[in-house]
């Protein structure tokens, strides 16, 4: 079956190291979102893309990048992790384009920076 | 610029009580809603989405919606709660100008609690 995995399911890290985490997903969807999720701000988007090569910043992207080399992963790393990016993180894809397709979600990553 | 709000923090039911979860959205043109569901320690799963049609959407685990154009609202709805229905639920947007974008807004999400 299809699916979008998260690696590592949890983390911690130090202050000011550098973090990637990795997405994979097997629909051979174009597009892919990272988003992070906190307590009293639900979901803002990080990065996106909508195919290989492409990568687009969103609304809370400082400190994050994303590359596409393939249509199956979509990495986001923290170039310097601070401790204000302890979050969960989440990957999505879904079908482009058009309006009626949903998401389909990873199971997240939870990091800690300390 | 389009966003959704999900007024209520925290949403307490009994078991086998009605529920609402309510979100309210803000798009330039015709909008495009989804609801998800979020257990604990897990991603987002789909519950339901309305395109274009019939005002009254069904959904996975017997969720409803219904979308209210003039008031702006795509309110989740059930008849009949359950424990097991407890997590958190999530409200998004995309509209015509973003479609072809593919991105999605969330609200701030709603947590649902169901007693005993």
């Known amino acids: 079956d299809a699916e979008i995995t998260q690696s590592p399911r949890h983390k911690i890290t130090e202050t000011g190291r550098q973090v990637t985490l990795a997405c994979h997903q097997t629909?051979?969807?174009?597009?892919m979102f990272w988003y992070r999720q906190d307590l009293g701000h639900g979901l803002r988007l990080i990065h996106y893309?909508?195919?290989?090569?492409?990568?687009n910043k969103g609304e809370v992207s400082d400190g994050y990048s994303v590359s596409r080399s393939n249509t199956e992963d979509l990495p986001l790393t923290l170039e310097s992790a601070a401790s204000s990016q302890t979050s969960v993180y989440f990957c999505?894809?879904?079908?482009?384009?058009?309006?009626?397709?949903?998401?389909?979600f990873g199971s997240g990553t939870r990091l800690t920076v300390v | 610029a389009q966003s959704v709000a999900q007024p209520e923090d925290q949403v307490n039911v009994a078991e086998g009580n009605p529920l609402t979860v309510k979100c309210t959205y803000s798009?330039?043109?015709?909008?495009?809603l989804f609801w998800y569901v979020q257990y604990p320690n897990r991603g987002l799963q789909f519950l339901l989405k309305?395109?274009?049609?019939?005002?009254l959407v069904k959904g996975s685990y017997g969720f409803e919606a219904e979308f209210n154009k003039s008031q702006t609202s795509f309110h989740l709805k059930k008849p009949s709660a359950l424990v097991s229905d407890s997590a958190l639920y999530f409200c998004?947007?995309?509209?015509?100008?973003?479609?072809?974008?593919?991105?999605?807004?969330f609200g701030q999400g709603t947590t649902l609690q169901v007693k005993p």
């Open positions: 999505a894809s879904s079908e482009a384009p058009g309006p009626s397709y949903g998401y389909t």
């Open positions: 629909w051979n969807h174009n597009n």
């Open positions: 893309s909508y195919g290989v090569q492409d990568t």
């Open positions: 798009v330039s043109g015709n909008p495009y």
């Open positions: 309305y395109i274009t049609g019939d005002n």
């Open positions: 998004a947007v995309r509209d015509q100008v973003s479609s072809n974008t593919g991105k999605l807004i």
